[in-house]
């Protein structure tokens, strides 16, 4: 209806302007008739009035945000690893003499039968170093060792080669400590020292001596045979008193003594540093 409205509007306004107004009225209704009577084409577009409408322009699309950056991180260096020490040696295992070892030291003092008796210490220093297996020295030259007199005595008469001597290892002292010692004594250095006459072999000639004078008595039944009888028996009786006389045995300073260890010997270290 607007648009034939618009038709019939636009009719009459160009009859008025061809003239009169008369025929301006009657040709504009008979124009506004046919108009109406006018089919109308489906796909005509009505006319508007109104100026079209622009359209809103489109809003700009936003901007799309960068996404937030993430913070670069840079790749940090590896700690340095630790090298590997070299591994601590190993402790070097205490020193230890085996049972078996042999070493020598020497007396420090002369000991004698005549002036000494068991139960006394003879004291002898070792003479060289001792070592272990491992060519360690254990034992020290000028360490000091303890023995026990265990019997000593004389030698009773000549026939006898040799007095009696026993001696027992005690200790042992390495840089100022000590331990125990458990050694046999092999050899001693030793000799034998006549003493001369002593009382007791005294009383062996004056036994032989009233021996001889009895059978003097016997024989020559007179002073003169008793005399006689007592001079040959107090000769007799010399020569059995030096043949029993007692000869000491001596061990003389700086005699050498072998030792021989029956069990280990086992020497701190810091004793040996």
């Known amino acids: 209806m607007v648009y034939r409205a618009s038709l019939a509007g636009l009719a009459a306004a160009l009859l008025v302007a061809c003239g009169g107004e008369g025929k301006q009225s009657a040709t504009a209704d008979s124009l506004v008739r046919d108009?109406?009577?006018?089919?109308?084409?489906?796909?005509?577009?009505?006319?508007?009035?109104?100026?079209?409408?622009?359209?809103?322009?489109?809003?700009?699309?936003?901007?799309?945000?960068?996404?937030?950056?993430?913070p670069t991180t840079r790749p940090q260096p590896k700690p340095a690893q630790p090298q590997p020490q070299p591994a601590a040696p190993a402790p070097d295992p205490t020193p230890v003499l085996t049972a078996g070892t042999?070493?020598?030291?020497t007396a420090r003092d002369t000991i004698t039968s005549r002036k000494h008796k068991a139960g006394?210490?003879?004291?002898?220093?070792?003479?060289?170093?001792?070592?272990?297996?491992r060519g360690r020295t254990v034992v020290p030259a000028g360490s000091v060792v303890e023995l026990t007199i265990l019997e000593l005595k004389p030698a009773e008469n000549k026939d006898?080669?040799?007095g009696k001597l026993r001696l027992a290892s005690a200790s042992i002292t390495v840089n100022g400590e000590s331990y125990t010692l458990s050694a046999s004594v092999d050899s001693v250095e030793r000799f034998l020292k006549g003493g001369g006459v002593t009382a007791g072999d005294a009383a062996k000639v004056g036994a032989g001596a009233a021996v001889g004078a009895v059978a003097g008595r016997i024989i020559g039944g007179n002073k003169t045979g008793t005399i006689v009888g007592g001079a040959a028996?107090?000769?007799?009786?010399?020569?059995?008193?030096?043949?029993?006389?007692?000869?000491?045995?001596?061990?003389?300073?700086?005699a050498k003594i072998?030792?021989?260890?029956k069990e280990s010997l086992a020497i701190n270290p810091l004793a040996l540093a």
């Open 102 to 105: 042999s070493f020598e030291a």
């Open 258 to 261: 072998v030792l021989t260890l």
């Open 35 to 70: 108009l109406e009577l006018a089919p109308v084409a489906a796909d005509s577009t009505p006319l508007a009035d109104a100026p079209a409408a622009t359209p809103a322009p489109e809003p700009a699309p936003a901007a799309a945000r960068p996404a937030p950056s993430r």
């Open 160 to 162: 006898q080669k040799d």
């Open 120 to 133: 006394e210490k003879l004291f002898a220093t070792v003479s060289a170093d001792v070592k272990d297996g």
């Open 233 to 254: 028996g107090a000769a007799a009786g010399t020569a059995i008193a030096v043949q029993t006389a007692d000869r000491d045995v001596v061990i003389p300073a700086g």
